[in-house]
């Protein structure tokens, strides 16, 4: 399986940036899609995962109300919109799969070399 994040970069705090993931060699159907992120000397985030089992999107809450993911199937893409940028957004996203949302973040069955967010105040 081949994941490929893109789309990182250098932002302003109140900014946005769009993050993209291309995932080859496997579907993406799995029980729980999504986005997890870790900064320097922390431990990983889950910062959104959509759940198979409703089809609802779970956004970490320090990133509530400010990303957004989209799934595209016709092209197993991935991404995430994010807005309102802030320092603490600062991190290495992933973009992962699992076989729950649960296990986004401590057992991903595949995830991606992760695409650098920094955000400057």
């Known amino acids: 399986v081949q994941v490929v994040e893109s789309g990182g970069g250098l932002a302003q705090a109140g900014g946005s940036l769009r993050l993209s993931c291309v995932v080859s060699?496997?579907?993406?159907?799995?029980?729980?899609i999504g986005w997890f992120r870790q900064a320097p000397g922390k431990t990983r985030e889950a910062v959104v995962c959509i759940s198979s089992d409703d089809r609802l999107a779970y956004y970490g809450d320090a990133v509530k109300d400010r990303f957004s993911i989209w799934v595209d199937a016709a092209k197993n893409s991935l991404g995430l919109h994010m807005k309102d940028l802030k320092a603490d957004d600062t991190a290495v996203y992933y973009c992962?799969?699992?076989?729950?949302?649960?296990?986004?973040?401590?057992?991903?069955?595949?995830w991606g070399q992760g695409t650098q967010v920094t955000v400057s105040t």
């Open positions: 060699g496997s579907s993406l159907r799995f029980d729980g």
């Open positions: 992962a799969a699992a076989q729950s949302c649960p296990l986004l973040t401590s057992e991903p069955t595949f």
